[in-house]
Every structure is written in C-alpha cells, then in structure tokens.
C-alpha cells in the first residue's frame, strides 16, 4: 500500500515523498516498508535514526524525519489502524460443532457457536449465541457462557463457572480450581493434621472481561469469586478465592491477591505487587510494581510502592533520602579534601 492511500484511510497528511507499506514496526527495528510512528519528542533520535519507510508523526512535530512523514492528530493510535490493515485477516471459526468435540446431550447451544476439536463441554452447560470456544477447551457441568465470548485453545473452566457476554480468555487460563483452604492443628496425642477445607462456590465472570495465558482465578469456599465487567486481567495472574474485583480494574503480570480481598472500581495492580488477603483496596487506587499490601486501602492515597505498601512521598523519604544524603557525604568529603590542599 502507498504511504499516500494510508493517509487517506487514517485521515492524515503526507509529507515528503511517497512510499510503498507492508507492516508496522517500531522505529529501532524498522525496515525499509515499515511504517513506524513517534508520539513523544523525547524520542527524536530514534526518529532521526530510523531505517522506516514512512513516520506517524503529531501536526506540532518540527523535529523533522529521515522519510516520508504522515501527519496525524494520535500517531498512536493511527500506528494501531495501520497495523490492522496490514495483518493477515484472523481466522474465521465457522459455528458448529467438531466432530471430535464431546458435548453432553443436556447443554443449550445459542445461535452461530463454534466448538472446536477435542474439547469436553458436560451436561447442564449454557452456551450463548455467537461464543466461540476453541480446541480442547475442558468446560465442567454447569457453566455458563455468555454471547460472543472468545475461549481458546487449553482453557480449563471447572464446575458451575459463569462467564459473561463479549469476554476473551486466552490460552491456559484455569477458572473455578479449588482455593487455598486447609486447616490445621495437634490431636490430643501430639500428632500434627492438616485437613482441607471443601471449596464449594464458583467462579463468576463479569461481560467484557479479558483473562490472560496461565492466568488461575480460584473458585469460592462458599458464594462467588466475581471479576467486575471490563475488568482487563493480564498473563500469570493469581486470583484468591472469594475475591471481589468490582470492576473496569486492571491486574498486570505476575500480580496476586489473596482470598476475600474486594478490589474497588478502576484500581490498578502493577506487575509482581502482592496482595493480601481480607482487605479492601479503595476504587481508583493503583498498587505499583512489586508492592506488597498488608491491610486496606482507604482511597486517601491513590498510589502506593514499596513493601509494606506507602505513599510515594513516604517512600522516597524511607529509600531515595538516604541515599541522597549518602550522596552529599561524598560530595562533602571530597570539597574538605580540596579546602585542606589549597590551605
């Protein structure tokens, strides 16, 4: 496609010649043919530096480029139309059901699904119009499946599972396994026991709900695990029985939370950050990197870092002040030395 046409699609303004398009790529690794894109002049070098066939640039950009540039008013978000037109079309999963699917009798198929080879859907499951469930799906009795919900391939969905309408549950993603539930103690002869606690709710899935690879969110130890709609789960996320996310939350890679702890409206738990269980994280509230949370959050502080979780201003005075203060030691010591050699 000429840099020409694409401008014409995206709303932009060529500058600088004309180029012919195949992909999209970042500006370190872009090739002749790549389309790339800069939103920040922070990052001018990169622009100046670029092997790009054509640049997504701002209307205010004065920084120049080495190739043609496309003005647009979010190259951003004009890179991420760009790279639809170029991909190859996704494919198309035709409804019905595979022949090597095994679907009990009782469950209630809705218009146009596809199940897909060698995937188990047993008895009393509800599948709604348009969902597509993709090979070796293991779908347990009971579940739901709202309208146009995406799983795909090797996603375990144990007994009772509710997920909602327009959903995507990535590949590997292990809804309604037991929770971490046992107790434990001495008998009266000394003897130690551990005994496990039934896990005996389920697991509810909210509409718009997207659910990363290898993510596992536990079934309830009575009631509902829930995750609130258009909540937007990442990849190696663990996810405590009776959790609550209320909702239009994000939980990022390699994040926990631990049993009975309600997630407010539109939190953020940053990749790595712990927490812990029974306690409330107030709505807006974001949790950064590797923090860990011992005890709820009210919502007086809308971003916390470090373990024990505080304010970044707390933090910086426990972690950056010491070291500045080091710093300026140094700084002194070496000032002394210079005094003292010219006196």
Known sequence: MKASELACIL???????????????????????DLSFCKDPKHVKLVQSTQASAVLLSPDWSLGAPCPIIRVEDPNHACMAAAKI????????????????????????????????????????VIGDGAVIEAQVFVGEGCTIGPKTHIYPQVTLREGTKVGADCIIHCGVRLGGDGYGFNNGRREDGSVFIEKIPQLGIVEIGDGVEIGSNT??????????????????????????????????GLIAQSGIAGSTEIGYGCLIWAQAGVSGHIKIADGVQVGPQAGVPQSLDGSVKYVIGTPAESMKDFGGRVLVPKMLAKLKGEMKELKAQVAAKS
């Open 11 to 33: 709303g932009g303004t060529l500058e600088g010649g004309d180029a012919e398009l195949s992909a999209c790529a970042g500006l370190e690794e872009a090739r002749k043919g």
């Open 216 to 249: 596992t969110i536990d079934r309830a130890r009575i009631g509902r695990t829930y995750i609130g709609p258009m909540t937007k789960i990442d990849n190696l996320v663990q996810v405590g029985h009776n959790v609550k996310v209320k909702g239009y939350s």
């Open 86 to 125: 170029f991909a190859p079309p996704e494919p198309v999963r035709i409804p019905g059901v595979h022949p090597t699917a095994l679907v009990d009798a009782s469950v209630t198929i809705g218009h146009d699904v596809h199940i897909g080879p060698y995937t188990i859907v047993e008895k009393g499951c």
